[in-house]
């Protein structure tokens, strides 16, 4: 039987984090009243014309350097003509040919942790439409539709992958890349919930090793990883049943029904809509210029693969580390700043993928709203180090910093938690329990050398584990291995 | 002398100098509007009590302010394609029966800024498609001089309004010639500025990279005037020029002009338009626009302006522009397509006209569509979707948009040799009302002289040069001659229209004309002085 080979594109919409809307004043706040934050503009009256918000021209620009894109030198918006009750003018101004950015590639680490290169085809600027609300159960079902404008006129930029994905893990990698990177510069809240980030997906089969593509079904408006993944593997599936079986794919936009977990034809080719694009008559070609690009460029933070090979590279972190921590811009931020204050990378990474993180969980909050500092933390682990206090102890400490905020050495102090490193004290302590428990002693001079966990457990226990641990064991060797 | 009667200009002065209220004045032209509405049919909505109100607060700025406004009190008719805040505004179109917007255009908030009076919204061809106001969703408006005749168009309801005297000055909008042929089929002075020169915020798009609001006058110091008031950059219109405007009015010398507005007085730099401003000037006339199917008498009259032009010292020549004849086919590919994409938000979704009992939305569209659209603008939704569809693109809108670059590029060879380039507007005067209505493109071969400066840019200014009999009678009608300079050069229109309106001294045209007044007069000042020229 033929092996076939999935090949998938992704068309990646994100609303950008402007205060207003593209081509007017209204605000961009989700979650207001129906048809509150219009106005003639985003209505579409007659008359009105459209002004191009900078700022989101500033984020669009933004992502493309972010991505390694090229940025155009000449901008220029298109009209995308159709008729829908949400697109109040009867067309999007949107992109085509002269899209703000060109080319570039978004870094994903396969399963097999290999780094791949998926290409961006282009990032191009639009406007999103209204939302419709129909009455009834389904669309075919519904007696009336209602009509929302409050998104209409929103910016996003949609983000066109070459078809270079292979599986469906790739499709999520590039996925998860993406909104890493776009939370990164700031210009998304990629916030899915509030439809902020949605997906197209095209995907066809071929068999394994050919070049040639094979014939394509584009699903629509996905708006969840989860759902991206739950349709390729759908479609995966249902494409192979087809050609297993002689069928073919027919060219054609699906809708996916997460309920149903199935797809359904939406309009075949036939029926597919001609947009007949053309230059923006009402907006100029925007022209960018060399000075303003490079300014924006000079505003990108370290982005995650730059990051990540710091880590792996300067830091000696694990690739895995260096991974997790450098896709979470806030973590990442975290850990460069405690570099500052206590100088083990490792260690760092550690306490953050480890405790930090669980801690944050625990709580569903994130790195950017811990109480404590990055200087805290380092003070916490330069204790570790100096003996101060046990690794134990230190998890005690850290829920406190977590919860208060309170600096790790006013917790030990206040709560007496500086560990006993007093050998003379340690020693009265270690002699007694020694000669109080001959048979053990025995046992672990008779070579058990687990017998020598029951003494330092004691130890630990009356010091309410404030011994140093490592001294403590150094004592009790000593105190029994001597005691012949 | 009746308010109706006077210039726009002796009007904002009467007014600023207190010895007429603003509503005196509107009275007077609310009762012009009663005695030639019933013949002309010039205004789809007259705003009587708006007009009033707008009066009474002109009145209360002059007295509170102590300013003086450049239009104080000057009742202006404005094409019904404008949007008006609070007034219905159709586009002479069904589809917007009814349609009151909730925002000025940029043009009218510079009227009232101005201290102008909106006294109505005018009849158009709908959506501004036509010649004629023939294609008006509501009714055919009806040339002044013959009510048998058409006024032209699109912006037909604005040239009768002002000829009629039922409005001072007027605004229509241009995408091929829709104000200069209406000003030439009614004897006005009519100025299609530069592509930019004037917001385009609030007015209905036809065809966005053509279209420019226009004005009228009876005169050419009015039409300057209100050409002023409304010019200049705006940050809702994203094509709008930034550049600095003249007093265009100021800049003409002679008689009673702009300073006596008491606006800006002296501060314009004043240069004279006599015959010192002729001399040396550099005219072009380029010989395809009298190879149009021009009718002699047209053709002899522009000669006659070239002539003036001569005697007074400037360089005629005659010049060639190669591309002028792709002009109208390129014109009728170009405006359709962003039409048809300007039309699409008339759906009966949000305003206007929606189609009751249609069983889903698509119907809705189409149903609404089909009743709200009259039968020309249809037509040209069609041919410009068709033009914009996916494998015809690049035969027609590309095309078309590669040959307007290279009759833009004849433009800007011209003008490195010429200050101004002369042509007739018109090749004939006013057609009669469904003379040309059956036959499209002798209708669409209205704009041949004038689509031109629409698809290049450029300002181009056409005012009456003369009366030519008509069937051998006592009728006279007013030809046009055209006068085309390069971008933002609109002060050079005036000034040599200025000179050539005082040479040419026609007769009548400065007052308000209807067929009705006794005939005898133009016909008795015409006859008169008819074997001289």
Known sequence: MTTWEPVIGLEVHAELATRTKLFCACPTEFGAEPNTLVCPRCLGMPGTLPVLNKQALEFAIRAGLAFDCQIAEHIVFERKNYFYPDLSKGYQISQLSQAVATGGQVNIVTDDGNEKQIHITQIQLEEEAGKSIHGGATIREATFTLEDFNRCGIPLIEIISEPEMHSVEEAKAYLEKLKTVLLYIGVSDCKMEEGSLRCDVNISLREAGSDRLGRRAEIKNLNSFRAVVNVLEYEIQRQTELLNSGGTVARETRTWDEGRGESFSMRSKEEAHDYRFFPEPDLAPVEPGQAWIAEIKATLPELPDIKRRRYVEEYGLPLYDAELISGNREMADFFDKTLQYYKDPKAISNWLMGEVSRLNNQAETGFDKLRFSPQQLGELLAMIDNGQISTKIAKTVLEEMFASGTAPASIVEARGLMQISDQGALETMINSLVDANPGPAEDYRNGRDKALGFFVGQIMKETKGRANPVLVTDLLKEAILGKK | ?533
Request: aromatic share 8%; glycine share 12%; with cysteine.
């Open chain 2, 1 to 533: 002398m009746r308010p109706n009667e006077m210039s726009a200009r002796q009007i904002a002065r009467v007014v600023n100098r207190g010895e007429m209220s603003p509503t005196e004045i509107v009275g007077d032209f609310l009762k012009k509007i009663a005695e030639t509405e019933p013949e002309y049919h010039a205004y789809i909505t007259v705003t009587q009590e708006d007009a009033l109100r707008q009066a009474a607060e002109v009145a209360d700025r002059l007295v509170k302010g102590g300013e003086k406004l450049p239009l104080a009190g000057v009742p202006v008719a404005v094409k019904d394609n404008i949007c008006t805040k609070g007034v219905q505004t159709t586009c002479g179109s069904k589809i917007l029966a009814g349609f009151v917007p909730p925002y000025d255009a940029t043009v009218v908030a510079k009227l009232r800024e101005a201290g102008a009076i909106i006294i109505g919204k005018t009849n158009m061809d709908e959506f501004a498609m036509g010649s004629s106001t023939e294609n008006s969703g509501y009714f055919t408006s009806r040339n002044p001089y013959d009510p048998a005749r058409v006024p032209g168009g699109s912006s037909g309801g604005s040239a009768v309004a002002v000829r009629c005297g039922s409005a001072a000055v007027g605004l229509g909008t241009e995408t091929g010639g829709s104000v200069r042929q209406p000003a030439a089929f009614c004897g006005l002075v009519g100025l299609k500025p530069t592509y930019g020169r004037v917001s385009r915020y609030g007015v209905a798009a036809f065809a966005s990279s053509l279209d420019q609001v226009g004005t009228f006058g009876r005169d050419i110091a009015d039409c300057a005037l209100l050409s002023s008031v409304i010019s200049g950059y705006d940050a809702n219109d994203s094509t709008a020029l930034d550049a600095p405007v003249p007093l265009y009015h100021e800049l003409l010398s002679g008689t009673e002009n702009g300073a006596g507005t008491g606006v800006g007085a002296g501060t314009g730099t004043v240069v004279g338009a006599g015959v010192d401003g002729i001399r040396g000037l550099r005219v072009g006339v380029p010989k395809e626009y009298f190879q149009t199917g021009v009718e002699p008498e047209v053709a002899a009259a522009v000669r006659h302006c070239l002539d003036i032009l001569s005697a007074m010292g400037a360089i005629v020549e005659e010049t060639t522009m190669p591309h002028t004849e792709y002009a109208l086919p390129v014109y009728y590919v170009i405006a359709p397509a962003e039409a048809s994409s300007n039309l699409a938000r008339y759906d009966g979704v949000r305003y206007g006209w929606r189609s009751g009992n249609s069983p889903n939305v698509m119907e809705m569209y189409c149903n609404t569509r089909d009743e709200g659209f009259g039968p020309e603008v249809k037509r040209r939704i069609m041919i410009g979707t068709y033009a914009l569809s996916s494998g015809y693109y690049e035969a027609y809108y590309l095309r078309a948009m590669k040959v307007r670059r290279l009759i833009r590029d004849d433009f800007d060879a011209a003008f490195k040799r010429y200050d101004v380039l002369v042509t007739p507007t018109t090749t004939a005067p006013a057609f009669k009302i469904g003379e040309l209505s059956e036959d499209l493109l002798a209708m669409y071969r209205s704009d041949i002289c004038t689509a031109t400066a629409n698809l290049a840019g450029i300002p181009a200014l056409s005012m009456p040069c003369k009366f030519v009999k008509v069937g051998g009678g006592r009728q006279y009608l007013p030809v046009s001659v055209q006068l085309m300079a390069n971008v933002l050069r609109e002060d050079l229109l005036f000034r040599v229209g200025y000179a050539l309106q005082e040479e040419l001294a026609l007769p009548g045209l400065k007052q308000p004309y209807t067929h009705l007044q006794p005939q005898g007069d133009l016909y008795t000042q015409l006859e008169g002085r008819g074997d001289r020229r």
